[in-house]
């Protein structure tokens, strides 16, 4: 069993909840682990005296990868976050879907195709 905490949990579990916000309760589980961050890291001034803003942009990559990074090291220092983090990812988990898998067809050469279809998880039924 992978350990909830490790790091490769927390980024899949954050990355899936970024890229289901396309979903209602996507975007509720996105709310979630928003509103976890900002409890936990706030908005208050970083070093030069300007406000902190915290990757949480869903649709940028790199935020997403940041902002994994930095509840994996708030959770190896703080137990309580931890706790609130396992329990946010226990809540969250049947409201998202991990899915990094691809389809590629080629069709080349002198080959000559009247009808074609390209998809994914296609059902065919017929009546």
Known sequence: MV????LSAITTAVTAAAGSVGTEAGRQAWGSLVALARR???RGPDDDGATAVLPLDP???EQVQSL??????QALQNPGFAAEFRAW???ARPH???????VNNTVSG????????QGRDITWTSN
């Open 40 to 42: 936990t890291f706030g």
């Open 89 to 91: 990812a226990e809540g």
């Open 3 to 6: 350990d909830p905490l490790s």
């Open 110 to 117: 002198n080959a000559q195709v009247g009808n074609l279809v």
């Open 59 to 61: 649709g940028d990559d």
């Open 96 to 102: 998202l879907t991990v899915d990094n898998s691809q």
């Open 68 to 73: 994994s990074a930095l509840l994996f090291a």
